[in-house]
């Protein structure tokens, strides 16, 4: 198993904004390169629900609470139309927006969604529980203070969000296993992965203690997945790195204002290898939060590094 390593060397090559992403895959090469001309989704499958709390904030739509007064979880699932395999994997996206909005159905997590499917995927993009921001450092914020955006919607007085938004996103993992013989994907090949506050979700999922399950929904089935993804985003938190744990890959931009880097090298990237685990990462020297420029360059990395540590052969 490749490892990423963190010296000196490496540094001066982050500093100076000289780190690329490898070659791309020889064309048709199913998984890494897009495959399939259209793709399928078929929108608003409930997959779970979940309670609501004060620290939460409702959604707009009333018909997103059930009976009991539980916010309804649903997902989008995409798939390559014309694929006729069975054991397809799965990469379950969780959409960004600060923990207090965004949605799956975003211009950024459509396009990454379809451009996976198109490569073969199965591609489930979720939602989470979203919360109210953190009003005292939002106040700050309005007075001008250089606050990141994450101080008011993951602060540490929100630290129990973060579970909540792990258990949201396992109980999609479980949804898919419960029912992988009618997808048509292979439940031991699941990755998550998202975009700013979305990989929160993504990379606890990736570290979770197998016990740690939470009650969304779709007990009885195994939460754990393969490995992750993060883009401009990481943990709050970086307990619950072990040896063995999956691998990650991760990218971030020297110029992102909300200082997602911390998040992401100081709390999953580093952490994971200190345990001899896999982190690969790119930290390129422009491109700011959205990583503005390098969203071909990030969907073919993230794919070749899935092949490469979990799926196998990807011709």
Not at 77 to 95: I, K
Request: aromatic residues 8%; contains cysteine; glycine residues 12%.
């Amino acid at each position: 198993m490749r490892r990423g390593r963190w010296c000196m060397a490496t540094i001066v090559s982050v500093m100076a904004g000289l780190m690329s992403l490898p070659a791309g895959a020889a064309d048709g090469a199913r998984y890494v390169s897009e495959v399939f001309d259209d793709v399928t989704v078929t929108e608003e499958i409930q997959f779970g629900a979940a309670s609501l709390s004060n620290y939460h904030s409702s959604p707009d739509d009333p018909t997103g609470i059930d009976e009991n007064g539980r916010q309804r979880l649903y997902l989008d699932l995409y798939e390559p139309v014309g694929d006729e395999s069975t054991q397809r994997p799965v990469f379950v996206w969780a959409h960004g927006g600060g923990g207090t909005g965004g949605s799956r159905a975003g211009g950024r997590d459509v396009e990454f969604s379809t451009a996976f499917a198109k490569r073969g995927w199965v591609v489930a993009s979720i939602d989470y529980r979203l919360m109210a921001p953190f009003e005292p450092a939002q106040a700050l914020g309005d007075l001008g203070l250089p606050l990141p955006s994450f101080v008011s919607s993951l602060s540490p007085f929100n630290l129990p969000y973060l579970k909540d938004i792990q258990h949201d996103m396992q109980a999609a993992v479980r949804w898919l296993r419960a029912n992988a013989a009618a997808l048509k994907i292979d439940a031991n090949k699941i990755m998550t992965g998202g975009h700013s506050a979305g990989t929160a979700p993504a990379l606890l999922t990736n570290f979770a203690d197998p016990n740690d399950v939470g009650d969304s929904g779709n007990p009885g089935f195994p939460s754990h997945v393969s490995a992750a993804m993060a883009s401009s985003g990481g943990m709050l938190i970086p307990d619950g790195i072990t040896p063995g744990d999956p691998p990650i890959v991760t990218f971030n931009a020297l110029d992102d204002s909300y200082y997602s880097i911390v998040l992401t090298m100081g709390n999953a990237c580093l952490p994971t290898m200190a345990m001899g685990n896999t982190c690969d990462f790119t930290i390129f020297s422009q491109g700011g939060h959205g990583l503005a420029g390098h969203t071909l360059g990030i969907q073919q990395h993230t794919a070749q590094f899935f092949c490469s540590h979990v799926l196998g052969d990807c011709g």
